[in-house]
């Protein structure tokens, strides 16, 4: 017997798997990686006791904990006009064609490299499947990709939990009362939303704190020169009045 976990590429579950093997020997997990599209059939099917997928997923009978966001690049040709920038947007590349994307993503990164346009995907992506003949710019005002762990509703027992713990950050020790709550595909969407407004916020609180700071330096300053006219002035009488 054995506990079974799958991870979508751009995943690196090693330590999770070195610390599962330490607390339980007594019960082997094996872990394969496979391809997106697929990424919940083993889980549906009940081959595989959890996964850790990337967002958005039909979460309907699983629980779901959010994990990491993945920033998103442009994968483009060495050559690309773009190719030596440090960052784009998703307007610089409005008419460029697009690579046709491939259910593995290293066969995207190949039509990438022979030309056939750009392709977005996650930088964990572009870094698993690195090569010479691709560059990865981050992408300023993409959305973000998100991963999170899931499983069964009914699959939902000690030893999963026990994995949970682990992910989570949990120690032998500790208790499930710390962590934070499961959140559901609308409410993880509806958090995000309400963190890029909050950042948004602070952006623009930002700017205006600078503009007032220039304009108090401009009208501090002016003021000083005010006052150095005035005694200057001041200084000219006086001397002119004793003479």
Known sequence: MALRLEYVAGVSPAKWLRAWNERRTDLPLEAVRVDEPVQLEGLRAGD?????????????GLHLIPLWEELAVAALPKEHPFADETELALADLAGEPLAPVQDDPAMTLE???AGTGYAIVPHSIAR????????????????????ALVWRVERDDDDIQEFVGIVRGRTARSSRADEVPEL??????????????AAEAAKGGKKTANKGAAKKG???????????SGRSSASQRGRKKGR
């Open 48 to 60: 595989v006791d959890l996964a850790f997928v990337r967002l958005p997923v039909d979460a309907d």
């Open 111 to 113: 039509l990438v490299a």
């Open 128 to 147: 698993l499947h690195q090569r010479r003949d691709v560059v990865a710019v981050p992408l300023a005002d993409a959305p973000p990709t998100r991963i």
């Open 184 to 197: 559901s595909p609308a409410k993880l969407a509806k958090k995000a939303a309400a963190e890029r407004r």
């Open 218 to 228: 401009t009208g501090g300053a002016k003021g000083a020169g005010r006052g150095a």
